[in-house]
């Protein structure tokens, strides 16, 4: 990568990174405004691949998406322990034989009355 080019991406992180509020002293410290920036900006560019079908940035989008995962696992270690154990909870319970089936239209009822709940509307 030749120097222009590195300085055209410098000059081009600098302007996302304010336009997402990322923390301007940002050394590599784990904080909640950078872990908010850094989500931004992965939907930024998540935004930008579907529209574009412009692949160049999934590499970025891929390594933003590990930063984030390692803020949170560095900011709030309790509720990144419980969500593992849900994973891993559900991956062994869909190993079961017996184990209950879903049709998709089940699995869509119920997210619907999930999120209906969320908003305190009556299912």
Same mark, same amino acid.
């Given at each position: 990568?030749?120097?222009?080019?590195?300085?055209?991406?410098?000059?081009?992180?600098?302007?996302?990174?304010?336009?997402?509020?990322?923390?301007?002293?940002?050394?590599?410290?784990?904080?909640? !405004? /950078?872990? &908010?920036? @850094?989500?931004?900006?992965?939907? #930024?560019?998540?935004? %930008?691949?579907?529209?574009?079908?412009? *692949?160049?940035?999934?590499?970025?989008?891929?390594?933003?998406?590990?930063?984030?995962?390692?803020?949170?696992?560095?900011?709030?270690?309790?509720?990144?322990?419980?969500?593992?154990?849900?994973?891993? !909870? /559900?991956? &062994?319970? @869909?190993?079961?034989?017996?184990? #209950?089936?879903?049709? %998709?239209?089940?699995?869509?009822?119920? *997210?619907?009355?999930?999120?209906?709940?969320?908003?305190?509307?009556?299912?």
């Amino acid at each position: 990568m030749s120097t222009p080019s590195i300085e055209a991406l410098a000059s081009a992180w600098a302007r996302i990174a304010e336009e997402a509020a990322f923390p301007s002293g940002y050394e590599g410290t784990a904080s909640p !405004e /950078a872990h &908010r920036a @850094t989500g931004a900006i992965q939907e #930024r560019i998540r935004e %930008h691949i579907v529209a574009t079908n412009d *692949m160049r940035l999934f590499g970025l989008l891929h390594l933003l998406g590990q930063a984030s995962l390692r803020m949170g696992q560095a900011l709030w270690p309790d509720d990144y322990e419980r969500m593992t154990r849900e994973v891993e !909870e /559900a991956l &062994r319970e @869909t190993d079961d034989p017996n184990a #209950r089936l879903y049709t %998709h239209e089940e699995v869509m009822q119920a *997210m619907q009355e999930r999120i209906s709940r969320a908003r305190d509307e009556p299912c």
